[in-house]
């Protein structure tokens, strides 16, 4: 029997058959489940081939006008590492006038600007209570001394008062030897008696004893007054120095230029008082100048001394060379100053703003692609390619490593004679490709 003849069965009303009826042809449905799913699987896979298409044909395009656009070549060549750097100009040698003592400002001799000479009195300050203490300090010190010279008149005195004891001790002594002599040869012959050659002889050793205690007593006040002599002296020495240091302080109180330059700052105003150590003002050796600049914390750890850099004034070049690094990090900056190679350029000044390019490298062979604005987009990560052609560019992935002024060191994704768009990609959103117009 044929598929599509199906056989049917005739029944009564009550359910119960009648028999075999007459077969009839069902017709089958077009729109199974299983079609329906291999259509929609044939249409998915043409969107996917045809958006794979798209992509490898520049994905979302944009027209750009041509001449709106920077166009940069990548090369390869001698490639150096520079950093952009920001300095102000200072004299190579600055001296800070500070307050030695503080005071009232009583006069102001020369003016801010002016040119000055070592020795030149700048302004004079007074100060009385530094005055109280520089007469106390003398009045002690007029005292020790007058307390050292009666030290030292009674040390003569007892000299001469014991030199006049042994004088008579002497003349005794020698007296009563002589009689002692004379009288132990009269007693020996029993020509005298015992008791008057015993009297004089105690006597004389009396004389002997009490010179030897009189010598032993005035060795040991010596002794005591050489010390306190020189306890003396030594205070009356500190009494001298600080009475030096009173008025060589008070001799401060006119403040002098120390060298000769040009008072480049002066912050004094008459009547005003100032603290010991307050910062007066300051004077700038003109023979040369330095250059201070601030570079990002990024690159503390690669600028050193002796490192060069490079820069342009009015059209002349110039060469500094690092002297100094800071190591004070200061909101996120630290401080290089720089000394000119040569002779400094002509009519800078003080307080000039340069900028010169610090070399953080050695020259060497790279693939290079000029900086622009792409990079603020970007970050570095991909780039508009030109393509042959010249009337498209398509984005494509590179890899960008370091920088200089004028190019960035191309580290994949770019090689040599390609050409790319650098200027700013703010308007294109996310295009794809670029078709130039």
């Known amino acids: ?27 089958k449905k077009w729109w199974t489940p299983q079609r329906i799913a291999l259509i929609g699987g044939a249409v998915l896979l043409v969107a996917l081939i045809g958006y794979a298409i798209a992509s490898g044909t520049g994905g979302k395009r944009l027209n750009v006008d041509q001449e709106k656009v920077t166009i940069g070549l990548v090369t390869e060549g001698p490639f150096q590492e520079l950093i952009s750097v920001t300095g102000t100009v200072l004299p190579r040698t600055t001296v800070y006038l500070d307050a030695v003592e503080g005071g009232r400002i009583e006069e102001v001799f020369v003016r801010e600007g002016a040119n000055v000479t070592a020795g030149q009195p700048i302004l004079r300050l007074s100060n009385n209570d530094l005055q109280l203490r520089l007469l106390n300090a003398e009045a002690q010190r007029i005292e020790q001394r007058d307390r050292l010279q009666n030290t030292r008149f009674n040390m003569e005195m ?30 020996e012959k029993r020509l005298i008696s015992e008791r008057e050659f015993e009297s004089v002889r105690d006597e004389y050793e009396y004389w002997q004893h009490r010179k030897d205690l009189t010598l032993q007593a005035f060795r040991q006040d010596s002794l005591r007054m050489v010390q306190q002599v020189a306890q003396m002296e030594n205070a009356l020495d500190r009494m001298e120095r600080n009475f030096d240091v009173i008025q060589d302080n008070l001799e401060n109180l006119v403040v002098q ?44 750890s690669r600028v050193v001394r002796d490192q060069r850099a490079q820069g342009e004034v009015a059209g002349s070049e110039y060469e500094l060379v690092a002297t100094r690094v800071y190591p004070e990090v200061r909101e996120g900056r630290f401080e290089v100053d720089f000394e000119f190679i040569g002779d400094a350029p002509n009519g800078i000044r003080r307080g000039q703003t340069l900028r010169f390019r610090l070399e953080m490298s ?16 970007t970050g570095g990560n991909w780039i508009f390619v030109v393509d042959p052609s010249g009337d498209h560019a398509t984005r494509r992935f590179i890899q960008l490593g370091r920088q200089n002024p004028t190019h960035f060191e191309v580290l994949g994704g770019l090689e040599p004679g390609e050409r790319v768009v650098t200027s700013s990609y703010e308007t294109f959103g996310d295009a794809d490709r670029l078709v130039f117009q």
């Not at 050695?362 to 987009?377: C, I, K, L």
């Open 1 to 27: 029997m044929p598929a599509d003849i199906k056989t049917s069965r005739t029944t009564t009303p009550n359910g119960s058959g009648t028999g075999e009826g007459i077969d009839r042809k069902l017709e």
């Open 158 to 187: 007892n000299s001469l008062n014991l030199r006049q004891q042994l004088t008579e001790m002497n003349y005794n002594i020698e007296r009563l030897r002589k009689e002692h002599d004379r009288l132990e040869e009269l007693y």
């Open 362 to 377: 050695d020259p060497a062979e790279a693939v290079m692609v000029p900086r622009g604005g792409f990079y603020q987009t």
């Open 257 to 300: 230029a120390p060298i000769d330059g040009q008072l480049s700052m002066l912050d004094a105003e008459i009547g005003q008082i100032r603290g010991a150590g307050s910062r007066l003002g300051q004077i700038d050796v003109l023979d040369g100048y330095r250059v201070r600049a601030q570079i990002d914390e990024f690159y503390i």
